[in-house]
């Protein structure tokens, strides 16, 4: 009579839950990785061109112009929807409005967007005003895109988000190297030895 095949016996929890971790922390890194590619190049890229922004010194170039607006718009209150829409619509500035400040003789005005400023000083008893804008080259809108200078609301929130994003990515990384016996002890040493070597430049060479 032949012998009837034992029923398999299910693997122990602590063994499925190892698997399914392990294949959910690869599953994680592996997209999370595709997904935060543009990312990571993005603030690697800048990373470096915002450590020598001396390089692009040379983009930088300043235009001066002058114009003049009404003076009902300028008295008893100044008009600042008037007066910012005619500096858009007239000497096409762009970049959100950083600084409306009104002085008794002058007013100024002042926009602001990454690698971009214009800044307008207007006579309140003449109405006539100056205009100087600046324009810090391409680099330079990336350098303050990589510190969220003057981007607005929207793009704190996507640095926001690349942060989390970056943050899953390194940590789903490191849970996945335990399920690598053959390379979990050089791993790890070279993980710590790297954490130390930042610690130690910061130490020697940080004033």
Known sequence: MPNNPSPRQPYPIAVRLRR????????????????????VLFFAVTGLTLNHADWFDAQQKTSHRTGAVPLTWL??????????????????????VSDFRVDPDQLAVSFKAPGYTADTFIDTHT?????????????????????????????????????IL???????????????YKRLAAGLIVAAAGAVLCWLIYLRFVP
């Open 166 to 180: 970056l943050t899953l990515v390194s940590l789903s990384g490191l849970l996945l190297l335990f399920f690598i």
């Open 75 to 96: 008295a008893p209150i100044p008009s600042r929807l008037e007066i910012v829409e005619h500096l858009r619509t007239t000497d096409k500035v762009h970049g959100a």
């Open 20 to 39: 399914q971790t392990a294949i959910v922390s690869r599953w994680l890194h592996l997209y999370l990785s595709m997904v935060s590619f543009a990312i």
């Open 127 to 163: 109405g006539h005003y100056d205009l100087t804008i600046t324009s810090s080259g391409f680099v330079a809108i990336l350098n303050d895109l990589h510190k969220g200078r003057d981007a607005g609301p929207a793009w704190s929130r996507l640095i926001d988000i690349s942060a």
